[in-house]
Structure formats: C-alpha cells, structure tokens
C-alpha cells in the first residue's frame, strides 16, 4: 500500500488465535470469518487503489452481539473497523492488519414505517434504494440519492454524511435522518435523536452523522421520508464548453430557483455513458447540464420556460425537456451510472470528491485541464453541479509503472485547489486515508486537535477506525496536557471522563 497506515500491534496479532475464537462465542456459526481466502473480499472498499486483509471479520446480527464484540475488544484493546456494503470511495473501510473487521451487512430490516408523522426505522445493512422501494406504494421516498443507491447502505451514508443527485433541493444525509441507536466501543448503547423535531441539548446526532465509523457502531436509523412532488421533468441541456455550462448552474441559483437536482458531465463522461446506457445525450458538445424541476404543474412549466431562457443566454447549442416519467428516469439513468461507465474506457480510474463555491466552477474546470495536461492523465468530470460538489475521474492503468502516483498527486492537486478557492475537502466521500494526510491544508492543528478531542470523549483508547480522517493520531492524554505531580491529577475533586 502507498498509503502509510497505524503499525499493526504485534503483541494482538500473536493473540489471534485467542480472539477468534472469543469472537466465535460471541457471534456462532457463519457469524466469523478468519481464513485468508475468505476474507479476500473485505481487503478493501470502493477504494481498490488502497487494500489490506483485516485480523479477523465478524458478521453481527443484532445490537447485542455488537455491544458485546465492542466490550471485548475494548477489555482487550483490539482495534475495530465498521463497514457497511463497502462502498466508500475514501478508504474509510480500509481494513487493519491487527484489528477486527466489523460487517454490519446482516442489519437489512425495515422495521417499522410511519406514513403520518413521515418516518422510517430501519437498520444500517439496509441499502439506500430499499428505503425508496419501501414506502413509493403510498407515494413516498427517501430523498438523499447517491450513484451506488442500489448497494450502499444506510449505515455507511450516515458514516459519510452521503449526497447524491437531489441533495440540492432536500439536503444531505445529515437533513434526513432524524435518531439513531449506537453503540459506543464500550460496549454501552445509546439513543440519539428520534422520531420527533430536534430535541434540547448538544446536537450529538450531528456530530456522528459523517463521523466515519470514529466514534460508534449504528444498530439503527429513524430517516425522514417525503412524498413525491406532482410534477417532475428533467431538461438536458447541451454547451460547447465546460466554462459555459458552469456560467448557466451560477446563473440559475442566482435567479433564485432551487431545482431538484442539476448534474454536470464533460464530453468524455458524457460519451461513455451514452455507450453504456443509450440516454439519447447529445455527442457534439463539450458538456451536457441535467437540470430537474419539480413541484405543482404550474411552476414546473414556469420555471422550465426561465431555466430555458437562462441557458440559451449562455449559448446553449442543444435543449431538450423530458416529455415522460420514463424519459425523465432515463436522464438520469446516464448521471447515475457514469462512474460504472467510465470504467468501460479505462482500466482503472481515481475517484475525487472536493467542493467549490459554486462562482468558481468555470475556473477550477479550467485548472483542472491544465493539471490534466501536466500529469499526462485524463480526467472525465462528473459532479454535482449545483451545490459545487466535484467528482473529477482521474483515468489510469495500475499496471503501468508511476501512473498510480501521478493520479494520486493529480487528486491530490484538485483537492488542493478546491481549498484554495474557498470550498472543502469533501462533499459527501469522507475524509477516509484518500484525504487524510491533506487536512491540515484546510484545519490548523489547533482544530485538529481540538477534533481529535471530540473523538476521545467517545473512544479514548483510539481503538475505532484508527488510522483514518487524522494525519497525526495523537494519544487523549497528549491532547489533554494532563500534568501529574507526586502521583496526583491536579483538581481532584473535579469529575472526568
């Protein structure tokens, strides 16, 4: 791996044989796995640049034997990584050489649905589509709507704080999920947030929604569901450059108009999802604009008719508006599966996930094809137009000598830049071990540590998901600057942790 990692503890690793089977009491029967060959599949996540065989994987399937595989490991200090459906494009699963792997994939009941107070209970395993598939018999879903819907879960989108095409509109995960069971690596279970409106007290709910498996384990989720809209149609609007493409997303938002989702591709995104999916987009542009509207009838056919008018002033050479719900679905069919089709063009390609004020799209475009040319490496871009969330596809071959170091310092320079001009690391990705050892370009160490403090009220040995999201895990004591004199803590009398 070329990404440095937490030494694994050879003293635990020594212990394996020990720890498998106390596992192996805890969860019976196919509930551990611990051969190399079977645990082959839990080597990595959506991150296939970066993979490591866990200690050991457990499979639990119910809030105790979770509370109880966290006791243990705690008592023992043995390092834990949760993981969902492995979906995370940060390396936040990356599994640890002497730590337990955590699936949570047997977690996938929908246990409860509350049409009138618009809810849902389900458990983390559950994929994000499921909850959709749940509730659209009675004219509901469930808004945050990433590309891989169909396979991640739940759990993982809150680990996260996952997005998707319709965030623009109804917001993140973070918008939509309302309580949650979790349990801590002590092995207690507590109760965040609920079926009700924002309760009194810290926003603890805030805190571990796209906390990355760092603070808990989620054994349960309550997510706002929403009844569909009376009218939805999706315009496909096609530019003869990028620049002007992001000149009319600017333009749009600055007329006050909130569209229910506006995607962006580039030509070479946009013609290898027109070979894999058949959309019908149009191929002799430099990039094509996806905007949805939706609403009552009225206001939909208004605010089509100015979101027209806005793009031909920004020199639109193509405009088409979906004329069916099956047209409109097969739009975004395209946007949802370009990261599948750009693998049809390139053996291997690297992900990005950074975020920009929406005024500087038109320039980080432009940058980002000069560093294109300055690596050597194309770029397909992808993103989320709207809210200024960039997925740039850095094209590869792993098996050519260098060019997985070029892509990596390519992502590196776009994540950069997007800190430069005043956006984030990270839209909806996670930080992860990707990002990791790029925070500091956005936090001083000052925030990090005081960060890293957040994460040692919850687990002060470190033993949750070690060696992600912090470029320098420092010990809570050191955080603490605890001073110890003649063998007493200073204040006595005051309560700690």
């Not at 791996?1 to 089977?21: G, H, K, L, N, Y």
Request: aromatic share 6%.
């Amino acid at each position: 791996m070329s990404v440095p990692m937490p030494p694994c503890d050879q003293a635990v690793v020594a212990r394996r044989d020990e720890i498998v089977a106390a596992l192996r009491r805890i969860v019976p029967g196919e509930g551990v796995i611990s051969t190399t060959r079977e645990m082959r599949p839990y080597e990595s996540d959506g991150l296939t640049a970066y993979r490591q065989l866990p200690l050991v994987v457990v499979l639990p399937s119910t809030t105790e034997q979770v509370s109880q595989v966290l006791r243990y490991c705690f008592e023992n200090d043995v390092k834990v990584v949760p993981r969902g459906a492995g979906t995370s494009l940060s390396g936040g699963a990356l599994p640890l050489g002497d730590g337990v792997l955590l699936g949570m994939g047997k977690f996938s009941k929908v246990r409860s649905i509350d049409f009138a107070d618009r809810l849902a209970v389900v458990e983390p395993g559950v994929t994000n589509l499921a909850v959709t598939k749940a509730v659209e018999h009675a004219g509901f879903y469930y808004a945050p709507d990433p590309s891989s819907q169909i396979a991640c879960t739940i759990g993982g989108n809150i680990a996260e704080n996952s997005g998707g095409v319709h965030s623009l509109k109804y917001g993140l995960t973070t918008n939509n999920v309302l309580g949650c069971e979790m349990v801590l690596i002590t092995g207690e279970v507590i109760r965040l947030g609920g079926g009700h409106l924002d309760a009194g007290g810290y926003d603890l709910l805030g805190v571990v929604t796209g906390s990355e498996g760092l603070l808990g384990v989620i054994t349960e989720v309550t997510v706002r569901i929403l009844q569909k809209p009376e009218t939805a149609r999706a315009m496909l609007v096609g530019f003869g450059s990028n620049e002007a493409a992001g000149e009319c997303v600017g333009r749009i938002i600055g007329a006050g108009i909130i569209p229910g989702g506006m995607e962006l591709m580039d030509r070479l995104a946009t013609e290898a999802v027109e070979q894999f999916v058949h959309a019908g987009y149009p191929l002799d542009v430099e990039s094509i604009l996806i905007v949805e509207l939706d609403g009552p009838r009225v206001e939909c056919d208004h605010l089509i008719e100015t979101v027209s008018a806005i793009a031909r002033d920004c020199g639109a050479q193509t405009l088409r508006v979906s004329t069916s719900e099956e047209e409109r679905l097969l739009f975004w069919a395209g946007r949802k599966a370009a990261f599948g089709a750009v693998g049809r063009i390139s053996p291997d390609y690297y992900c990005m996930d950074g975020t920009i004020p929406r005024a500087q799209l038109p320039y980080v475009l432009q940058r980002t094809r000069e560093l294109s040319a300055k690596y050597g490496l194309r770029c397909a871009n992808v993103f989320h137009a709207g809210d200024g969330n960039l997925h740039p596809l850095i094209l590869y071959d792993a098996n050519k000598p260098d060019e997985l170091a070029r892509a990596e310092a390519f992502g590196a320079d776009i994540l950069c830049l997007c800190v430069e001009v005043g956006g984030v690391l990270t839209g909806e990705h996670g930080v992860g071990v990707e990002k990791r050892d790029l925070m500091p370009r956005m936090f001083s160490e000052i925030d990090l540590n005081q960060q890293q403090r957040l994460k040692c009220a919850f687990d002060h040995k470190g033993l949750l998901n070690p060696g992600k999201v912090f470029p320098v895990l420092h010990a809570c004591a050191e955080l603490g600057r605890m001073h110890v004199s003649a063998g007493k803590l200073p204040f006595p009398d005051i309560p700690r942790f």
